[in-house]
């Protein structure tokens, strides 16, 4: 197994690796820019503060190992439950409500897919500490935000309320067994299990509608829906859930992002601690969620003082596959190879083209120019700068065209010449 990585996890380098760290600053610079601060959380946490909080499907994929002392550890498989935890345990006491954001490697135990390992990276925000429409309508309008930062263009967010989905089960009083089958044919949107259930399954006449209903209850026509639902409620829990959504979309209207809102009353995806709203965004030609969330109010208070919450989370490797399939996915900036031939005064200008955003390599091999551009054109280096008298040039490697370095003045810029390769004879 020497030189070998274990199954689900993989090497990044040069251009795949450098798209990912990009793409991962850049989401997290849109977080910070509605002023979410960032958190740090350990990769890994005692098992049972992690496994504890998830159903039985997450915590069957979390990765476990023995501490020396005979505790049981986890890796994180999300990020929400450590950020609630830091919350709920040392920051109950300052002020509401509290954003944060993150970026950064979690681990499920699953069958690899496109845009997914057993570690895959996430970045993602958390807005604590508000129970208003408004919070929802803000994590829903920045995953959007995000989406359109990382080029994604077409893509979907599918919200539903769990709230809704849990009272209509109060309402139901159904056995496990039945909650299971309604459960399935739901998350798959099953219409011939829907029927199995229906068929096998004892209710009255207004139970039998909502429930017969609830495919048809999913669309971009948002008033539709809700009052489609409407006509269907069972309980006061069916209302309130009802009710929520109707003012999240009226928060949502001054975000520009109603054409992108599918709503979706069979949507029931929890991790195990969703109270409120949950979502997905769906990218076009992509058969997975690029980002996630929802409403989870009684998580922090299982590790401190009860507060409000709502956050979402986006998946780095899956936007980096639905750039490739959209076409937006961007290239590295190429670093150009300076030849400074141990002058002082070259290096110093290196400096200053650094500090100017180029990205720039010192040749440290004393190679001669032939050398170097050899070297460029095996590595994709697209730049060869050489110090002599005189001024400096930049060569666009294979394309035999010349302009000046990076746009600079290049009378700020003295002492550098262009490379040129000799063309053979003919």
Sequence with gaps: MNGHVPFGV?????????????????????????????????????????????????????????????????????????????VGARLHDRPMPQRFCYGGS?????????????????????????????????????????LKAAGLKGFRLIVGHIGYYRSLLEALALSPQQTEQLQWALERKSEP????????????????????????????NVDGILSLAERHIQNRGMHAALQNLRRIVDALLGYDILD??????????????YTGISFEAIAPGLGTAVASGGRYDDLVGRFGPSQPAVG????????????????????????????????????????????AGLHIQVDVNNRTVDSAIAYAAETDVRDVLVWEDGFQHHRRNGQGDFVPLGQLDESRLPGWTEARREEPSK
């Design 106 to 146: 979690v681990f499920r135990y699953l069958e690899p897919q496109a845009g997914r390992q057993r570690e895959f990276w996430q970045v993602g925000g958390e807005l604590i500490g508000a129970p208003s429409p408004a919070a929802d309508a803000e994590i829903l309008a920045l995953t959007a935000t995000a």
């Design 312 to 355: 979402a989370a986006l998946g780095v490797d899956r936007l980096l596959v639905a750039q490739r399939q959209d076409g937006a996915e961007g290239r590295r900036r190429q670093a150009a190879l300076a030849l400074p031939h141990g002058d002082p005064d070259a290096l110093a200008q290196v400096q200053k083209l650094r500090q």
């Design 10 to 86: 993989a090497d990044y380098f040069w251009d795949e690796a450098s798209s990912r760290q990009s793409l991962l600053d850049h989401l997290m610079e849109t977080f910070r820019g509605w002023g979410y601060g960032d958190v740090i959380p350990p990769m890994f946490e005692f098992d049972s503060t992690l496994s504890a909080q998830y159903d039985d499907r997450l915590r069957s994929g979390m990765y476990r190992f023995l501490d020396r002392d005979g505790s049981t550890l986890s890796l994180r498989p999300e990020f929400t439950t450590s950020v609630a935890r830091l």
């Design 193 to 220: 299990i829907l029927d199995d259930f229906l068929r096998d399954t004892p209710l009255r006449t207004g139970q039998r509608q909502a429930v017969e209903t609830l495919p048809q209850m999913v669309g971009g």
């Design 260 to 273: 992108s809102l599918i709503i979706d009353l069979t949507e029931i995806r929890n991790l195990g601690y």
